[in-house]
């Protein structure tokens, strides 16, 4: 168990661009999740995965916002036309299935700032 | 939809003092419940989770927390905080296991020699 990977951990752009953020999940996690935190808040679900298919968005993902997990492994995220407001950290998660006797196991996060 | 409360965003004890972190949720159907760490830097680590079974729940680092419906709380507690407790804590509520949690925002423990 590698834990969940996020990269890179540190990205700077300016506003107007595209940026776009990696996650691996543990090897046998069928279940990848989005989340985003702000500066003193909590993570806000923004989408998961179950294996290739995206089952749910959160009305915080913008049409700006596209998440994919081809061949169900590895997930992308990009955002584009970056705006000041997209700073935030993004995290991902993994988990194998869905009850509750299966926990997320967070990535340690990419902070993204957008000058 | 659910929501959770963290009352104080900062909390401060000494080496030694009990830690309460206090959490209240709403929720139109019975909850699933989950405190959360995060130190600097780092993802968010699960300390416990109640779903439905015995109400007091015991987590990982000596934490624990109970469930009380009458007062929809489920506070974080610990006896003797050490050092390494210092990190911020996030209470989550969710109606479908761990799909779509929601957090609250968080309280930032310290800890003083």
């Known amino acids: 168990d590698t834990g969940v990977s996020q990269n890179p951990r540190h990205k700077i752009t300016k506003r107007g661009q595209n940026v776009t953020f990696r996650c691996d999940p543990i090897?046998?996690?069928?279940?990848l999740y989005w989340y985003r935190q702000t500066l003193g808040q909590g993570p806000e679900f923004l989408t998961y995965?179950?294996?290739?298919?995206?089952?749910?968005k959160s009305r915080l993902l913008s049409d700006r916002f596209s998440a994919e997990r081809p061949k169900g492994s590895f997930s992308t995220l990009e955002i584009q036309r970056t705006e000041q407001g997209d700073s935030a950290m993004y995290l991902c998660a993994s988990s194998l299935g869905s009850s509750t006797d299966s926990p997320l196991h967070f990535g340690n996060g990419t902070r993204l700032t957008v000058t | 939809a659910q929501s959770v409360t963290q009352l104080g965003s900062h909390v401060s004890v000494s080496e030694g003092a009990l830690v309460l972190l206090r959490c209240n949720y709403s929720s139109s159907v019975p909850p699933y419940l989950f405190w959360y760490v995060q130190y600097p830097n780092q993802g968010l680590q699960l300390l416990l989770k109640y779903t439905s079974a015995a109400t007091l729940v015991k987590g990982i680092n000596g934490f624990e927390a109970e469930f009380k419906k009458s007062e929809t709380s489920f506070h974080l507690t610990k006896p003797s905080a050490h050092m390494s407790d210092a990190a911020e804590y996030f209470c989550a509520v969710s109606v479908t296991g761990y799909s779509t949690l929601t957090f609250g925002k968080g309280t930032m423990l310290l800890v003083s020699p």
């Open positions: 995965f179950q294996n290739e298919a995206q089952l749910e």
């Open positions: 090897s046998e996690h069928n279940r």
